[in-house]
């Protein structure tokens, strides 16, 4: 055998390995194919329906976002009808009910002082530890002490 002959085979060995990897390789990518084939086939076959019930979901939503914003104008309405109605009861009823309950005080300090046994005396004033005490106080701890 020459040179030329024993290169040949050499050459020829070469390129039966080369192919034999090249046929393995492309076997194993046509299986990997085929697997994202069936798994891309699946995905889409659970996600429409995912996707009809989210849209269903998002439909609903915005029918209780709509009632939600409706509830809200009710009660922003019945707040400024219930502020009206109350200015409208304080101005009304307000002056005449502080006028009743500053004439029945009047009424019961008058009757008050008219039950009282002592004559009420001019108001004297007793310094006591830095403070001013008003002389009715001063009267009050005296009888306390008897």
């Known amino acids: ?52 019930d989210a849209s269903s979901a998002v439909r609903s939503a915005q029918t209780q976002i709509d009632r939600v914003d409706a509830i809200a104008t009710d009660v922003q309405e019945v707040t400024s009808n219930a502020s009206a109605l109350s200015t409208t009861v304080a101005s009304t009823f307000g002056g005449p009910l502080v006028k009743v309950a500053a004439f029945g005080y009047g009424v019961r300090r008058a009757l008050g002082g008219r039950r009282e046994e002592a004559p009420a005396k001019a108001s004297r004033r007793t310094v006591i530890v830095g403070r001013t005490v008003p002389a009715a106080r001063r009267v009050k701890r005296t009888r306390k002490k008897d």
């Open 1 to 52: 055998m020459s040179g030329g002959e024993v290169a040949g085979i050499l050459v020829a060995v070469f390129w039966a390995i080369l192919v034999s990897f090249l046929a393995v390789a492309l076997v194993r990518l046509a299986q990997t194919l085929k697997a994202t084939t069936k798994l891309v086939a699946d995905v889409t076959d659970q996600a429409v329906p995912l996707l009809a």
